[in-house]
């Protein structure tokens, strides 16, 4: 049995993870992208974990071949660490910014709602979170 619709955004999530990290771009939109993308995949295994309890998470292929991107007793620990990826994140930029005595409230608007979605972002996970084992 394949759950390809999570197996496919975990390993799409994933790259481009990896893309971002390796950008290593400090600026206020890359870092909140890239804690976007750790709470993305975090979303994923959430996902996976209340549709298919207690299963792998698998990938079918274009060739036909299944590949495991995740044993099913690796789901929460995977998505607690990428969730807990994502608030450091976003901790590290605010502690960043207060350290460069860069106000929130003098950074862009854009900046500000990314930063503000975030964190409500955060919040919902871990809310929705505790309702799974």
């Given at each position: 049995m394949t759950n390809g619709n999570y197996g496919d955004a975990l390993g799409e999530f994933e790259q481009v993870l990896r893309l971002r990290e390796e950008q290593r771009d400090e600026s206020v939109s890359a870092q909140c992208k890239l804690a976007d993308t750790n709470l993305?995949?975090?979303?994923?295994?959430?996902?996976?974990?209340?549709?298919?309890?207690?299963?792998?998470?698998?990938?079918?292929?274009?060739?036909?071949?299944?590949?495991?991107?995740?044993?099913?007793?690796?789901?929460?620990?995977?998505?607690?660490?990428?969730?807990?990826?994502?608030?450091?994140?976003?901790?590290?930029?605010?502690?960043?910014?207060?350290?460069?005595?860069?106000p929130i409230d003098n950074l862009s608007d854009d900046e500000k709602a990314d930063i503000s979605d975030l964190m409500h972002e955060l919040q919902r996970f871990g809310q929705e979170a505790d309702g799974i084992e």
């Open positions: 993305q995949v975090a979303f994923a295994y959430l996902e996976h974990s209340r549709s298919n309890p207690g299963a792998d998470v698998l990938v079918e292929s274009t060739d036909g071949t299944t590949t495991r991107i995740a044993s099913a007793s690796e789901c929460r620990p995977q998505l607690e660490a990428y969730h807990q990826r994502a608030a450091t994140i976003l901790k590290d930029l605010i502690q960043r910014l207060r350290d460069q005595r860069r």
